[in-house]
């Protein structure tokens, strides 16, 4: 059974380095939300000039996803946080783990990786899910 969560990280181009590290950890050291082990997915750059964005223009961001199995979001947060990034007001995180309709955003400022959007709703609020009309 897996526990798909989505990742994408939107970065200056000079932090190029650095999110390459965060996808290799992802890939060979993250620990896992409910199991022994390690590891559980990787970044891919999405915005390169062959990424299939619609539109007549390249992207002129760098973002990088990935789906992460059975991934601890929190040490997910704080490995981003802890990260010595060359352009931190850069960094964007959109983290969307298994079960959650839409993304959480996160961003650093003032040295902290804080969430920012949404505050609200939650997937369980009243008159959120539209089969309830």
């Given at each position: 059974?897996?526990?798909?969560?989505?990742?994408?990280?939107?970065?200056?181009?000079?932090?190029?380095?650095?999110?390459?590290?965060?996808?290799?950890?992802?890939?060979v050291e993250a620990p896992l939300r409910d199991r022994p082990g390690s590891g559980c997915g990787?970044?891919?750059?999405?915005?390169?000039?062959?990424?299939?964005?619609?539109?007549?223009?390249?992207?002129?961001?760098?973002?990088?996803?990935?789906?992460?199995?059975?991934?601890?979001?929190?040490?997910?947060?704080?490995?981003?946080?802890?990260?010595?990034?060359?352009?931190?007001?850069?960094?964007?995180?959109?983290?969307?783990?298994?079960?959650?309709?839409?993304?959480?955003?996160?961003?650093?400022?003032?040295?902290?990786?804080?969430?920012?959007?949404?505050?609200?709703?939650?997937?369980?609020?009243?008159?959120?899910?539209?089969?309830?009309?």
């Amino acid at each position: 059974m897996s526990w798909v969560a989505n990742i994408m990280v939107s970065v200056d181009m000079a932090d190029r380095p650095n999110v390459e590290s965060l996808s290799e950890w992802l890939r060979v050291e993250a620990p896992l939300r409910d199991r022994p082990g390690s590891g559980c997915g990787f970044l891919t750059e999405t915005t390169g000039q062959d990424s299939p964005w619609g539109g007549w223009k390249f992207p002129e961001c760098t973002v990088w996803a990935g789906a992460l199995n059975h991934a601890d979001l929190t040490a997910v947060v704080d490995r981003v946080g802890g990260i010595a990034w060359r352009c931190p007001n850069a960094v964007q995180v959109f983290l969307m783990d298994q079960e959650e309709l839409f993304f959480r955003v996160w961003m650093l400022r003032d040295g902290e990786l804080r969430q920012y959007a949404p505050t609200r709703p939650d997937e369980e609020d009243e008159g959120f899910f539209p089969d309830e009309r």
